[in-house]
């Protein structure tokens, strides 16, 4: 799954508008806003939100409307987690935070954190997105482990 998020035909308001409401959210929760100002916070949900976007528009998943919680896989209806980081030398942090993240969610929280995770690397300037692995949550090992390879190198 490879897409240019700027000339991918798509509902810029739609877009915007998805991303604003949940830039709000982030930002009115310190635990989420993680000192990042306002324009930062809209500035990282809209490079999340492109390659969900795209999943919604291309793919058919559905949006979870629940709070902080991405989308439904169209074939199975489980919970997604899609997360979006600059460059493959990144994706071992971002597995560290979604395992860390699995863990507090789980243990307070009504809604599950979510036990399929994508994630895709994306160029901030050129808007180039690309998915670079599936992954799902393992009980016995206690963290997200590769579910399907996607051979992006």
Avoid at 38 to 63: C, M, N, P, S, W
Avoid at 124 to 134: A, F
Wanted: glycine share 4%.
């Amino acid at each position: 799954m490879k897409f240019n998020h700027r000339t991918r035909p798509h509902d810029k308001d739609k877009f915007f508008e998805r991303a604003k409401v949940e830039a709000e959210k982030i930002y009115n929760k310190e635990s989420t806003r993680l000192g990042r100002t306002y324009r930062k916070v809209v500035q990282d949900t809209l490079y999340g939100h492109a390659a969900e976007q795209y999943l919604i528009d291309e793919h058919g998943f559905k949006d979870d409307e629940r709070d902080f919680k991405d989308l439904f896989d169209p074939d199975t209806g489980e919970s997604v987690e899609v997360k979006v980081t600059s460059k493959i030398g990144y994706v071992d942090s971002v597995l560290e935070r979604c395992r860390s993240s699995y863990h507090r969610v789980n243990s307070y929280n009504k809604i599950p954190y979510s036990e399929k995770l994508y994630i895709f690397i994306g160029d901030r300037d050129t808007t180039e997105y690309e998915l670079y692995n599936k992954y799902k949550w393992h009980n016995e090992r206690q963290q997200f482990c590769l579910h399907k390879r996607q051979n992006i190198v």
